[in-house]
């Protein structure tokens, strides 16, 4: 991968170089790359990687079919990315690692192949989450610590793991590296998250974004520093990132935000539409992964559609995939309970779960809501002993924790 | 396409293969799985077409392998696996991944 500077820098390292820091460049250094270069394999499967999303199904078959053909004719390494590729924008998590872990053993520490990993995570199995995490770690070992997307997957994953201290300064070390690496910006805002940093997570989040805001990551790194705020007790900044910064389709992140504003008896920022949530829920990606599954339900809540959430609760309970029947569904549950003003039977549902929360996807910041969701039915109940034993990890480790006193506070009125 | 116990049949059959590559995976050496372990680590494939997270339009067959005999890795000499669909994804925006998510 080229070195830190772009000066001269090939097309192609460039292009690369700015796919793996998850710039706002990389799509059109790919598009051009792929001008400039139509009969190689591995740039067109690139830019279908970033931009597959947006293409239809037969578009999308259409190219990496000529990017594989082409792929083969150069080298070995060449086919298996671009194989690798098909079966990640097809979706096929599960497939993919597998592809990966023969593909890393023949080639150690490759970095373009890298940009599959969280093939790993998606595929929602904690045998492969963890199989994921350890090709991680030999990967780093045989990079070395100069190859920054090597070190900035780490801090990732550090981070996913719960290891504040080590992600932030793999985070450091890589940024020192390259400035510009997306992954690790992110992973430093997990590690602050964890942390509390407060404003000076903000602060860093601003700066950083100002320097690209093309960046892939713009809105999801403006709700990480929305949570930030909430840390410190800045709700006006929290809204006006939710208001100003996320849009329509991103119902999750706004949902997510709303809902730790109102735990914590705050207002919250511009609501959903709810027709537009109860459409997404009937449209085809509505059941398709549990944990944006949740997410929308999140989005009833804060819009305290009660009804709407016990018919998602009901549907779940009969979902064939244990996830949603064991999981969410009684999450869905609780969250009905709390918005109907019982909080004692959400107590009871979400008490019973326990660390099978995990199971509803998502990643340790995300999946946390759930927990304030606990912490606060059990305020709500008068059990305050229970809800700070619950949040007394956060509470002690983070340096802001404005939002979580706020969620232990009896005098808070419960959420809507 | 398969009834919702087929679908139920077919995952817990990929969670075992899963968890059989995890633990080979971390037996092998850091740089070169050997190749009897590499086979070892085929997955059936369809069965992981049940295993992730996502739900599935259209036929649920595959042409392709992963890992070919020899245990380099697939797409070298092999076409790509086009009868496997294009998994749904969830509708709530962008979550938390590592990964570029553009639909640009």
């Not at chain 1, 830190?4 to 090939?10: A, E, L, R």
Request: proline content about 3%.
């Amino acid at each position: 991968m080229a070195g830190v500077g772009g000066t001269d820098v090939s097309l192609e390292d460039a292009a690369v170089r700015e796919l793996a820091a998850l710039s706002g460049r990389a799509v059109p250094l790919l598009r051009e790359w792929v001008g400039e270069c139509p009969r190689l394999g591995v740039a067109r499967a690139l830019l279908m990687l970033a931009t597959g999303g947006g293409l239809s199904d037969e578009v999308l078959r259409e190219e990496l079919v000529v990017a594989h053909r082409d792929a083969q004719e150069a080298d070995a390494r060449s086919a298996s990315l671009v194989y690798g590729i098909f079966l990640y924008t097809h979706r096929q998590f599960r497939l993919t690692a597998d592809h990966l872990v023969t593909h890393f053993a023949r080639w150690p520490g490759d970095e373009v192949a890298s940009l599959m990993l969280d093939a790993f995570h998606a595929c929602g199995d904690v045998d492969y989450r963890a199989h994921g995490d350890a090709l991680v770690e030999r990967q780093y070992a045989l990079a070395g610590a100069d190859s920054w997307p090597w070190t900035g997957r780490l801090a990732w994953t550090r981070a996913e793991q719960g290891r504040a201290e080590e992600a932030l300064e793999l985070a450091g070390h890589t940024l020192a590296r390259f400035p510009r690496a997306g992954l690790a910006a992110h992973a430093r805002a997990h590690a602050e998250h964890e942390l509390g940093a407060g404003p000076g997570s903000t602060r860093f989040l601003d700066r950083w974004l100002a320097g690209d805001p093309q960046a892939a990551q713009f809105k999801h790194l403006n709700w990480h520093a929305a949570l930030q705020s909430l840390a410190c007790g800045d709700f006006a900044d929290a809204r006006r990132r939710a208001d100003e910064v996320l849009g329509r389709a991103d119902v999750g992140m706004r949902s997510a935000t709303n809902w730790r504003l109102l735990l914590a008896g705050q207002e919250p920022a511009g609501r959903c539409d709810l027709d537009h949530v109860r459409g997404l829920l009937t449209g085809p990606g509505g059941m398709a992964e549990v944990f944006h599954t949740f997410n929308l339900a999140l989005a009833l809540a804060v819009e305290s559609a009660t009804g709407d959430l016990e018919a998602l609760a009901r549907r779940a309970a009969g979902d064939t995939r244990p996830d949603y029947s064991e999981v969410l569904a009684p999450v869905v549950q609780a969250l009905a309970h709390v918005t109907a003003g019982r909080p004692r039977a959400a107590v009871d549902l979400l008490t019973r779960l326990g660390g099978q929360i995990d199971r509803i996807g998502g990643v340790r910041v995300e999946r946390e809501i759930v927990q304030d969701t606990l912490a606060r039915a059990l305020v709500d109940t008068g059990e305050h002993a229970r809800a700070a034993a619950l949040l007394h990890e956060r509470v002690t480790t983070r340096r802001h924790h404005t939002y979580e006193d706020l969620l232990l506070a009896p005098a808070v009125s419960p959420a809507r | 396409m398969l009834t919702g116990e087929e679908r139920q049949a077919a995952g817990s059959s990929a969670r075992t293969v899963g968890r059989r590559m995890a633990v080979l995976g971390t037996a092998v050496g850091a740089a070169v799985v050997p190749a009897g372990a590499a086979q070892a680590n085929i997955v059936g494939v369809g069965n992981a077409v049940f295993g992730n997270s996502c739900t599935n339009h259209g036929a649920a067959q595959a042409t392709g392998t992963t890992v070919s005999d020899s245990g380099t890795a697939s797409g070298n000499h092999l076409g790509l696996p086009l009868d496997l669909p294009r998994n749904h994804c969830g509708s709530s925006g962008i979550v938390c991944t590592a990964v570029f998510m553009s639909s640009v």
